[in-house]
């Protein structure tokens, strides 16, 4: 009875004692793990980056937090180049099981992918994705401010207003009511918007760093800038 005793209490000052360290070193685990995790994206964003990075000037760790999030969560790409006939280059086509993965940096978050008209008989505005790339003034999306690209995000202002609501008859330069053409349609910027500003500002850091692709694809005007784009 005592030895079974003596064995109960020594085993419960044990248990009692490796409570006590979890309770102390839990918390410092989880602190741990969310840096790892943080710096294991920061990694493989530069990793899978699929152009080169301008980080003259530029927040290193933001810029590789931004690709994750571009290149391997939001799939930025796939909506805003030209299209999934030259989204990839021949030899790197997962669809055609080939890898691994080649991205075609002549198009990279270029725009054009066109998603057709808001109206069933087609008489409206083409919704053609925007051009991502940095201008000559080295902002992403044309020349965005980082205020102007989080109001973009977190509320689809249409900066560029391309395409207002019509107010009579259907036109190529409208689109149709109830769609309210002073917003982004298509881009899923109501979802984008419960990001963080820290992701938010990664995504700006990164975009800032890609290289320029000139033209405005989705511009009513045309698409082509004369190369005064990028210089």
Known sequence: MKASFSTAIGTAAVFTTLVAIGVIVAPQRGRADSDDSESSRIRIGFAIAPVPLNLHGKNRSLVGLGSYIVNAQGDCNGCHSAGPASEFVFGGIPYFGQRPTKINPAT???????????????????????????????????????????????????????????????????????FDGSLLQI?????????????????????????????????????????????
């Open 108 to 178: 990279y978050l270029g725009g054009g992918s066109d998603f057709g008209t808001l109206d069933p008989g087609g008489l409206s505005a083409h919704i053609i994705t925007r051009n991502l790339t940095p201008d000559k003034t080295g902002r992403p999306e044309g020349g965005a401010t980082f205020d102007e690209f989080v109001d973009i995000i977190r509320h689809g202002t249409d900066r560029d207003h391309w395409h207002p609501t019509c107010t009579g008859a259907l036109g190529p330069h409208c689109v149709p009511p109830p």
């Open 187 to 231: 881009m899923p910027w109501p979802i984008y918007a419960n990001m963080n500003d820290h992701d938010l500002r990664a995504i700006y850091e990164y975009l800032s760093a890609i290289p320029c692709l000139e033209g405005d694809p989705g511009n009513p005007a045309g698409a082509d800038t004369h190369g005064t784009r990028c210089k």
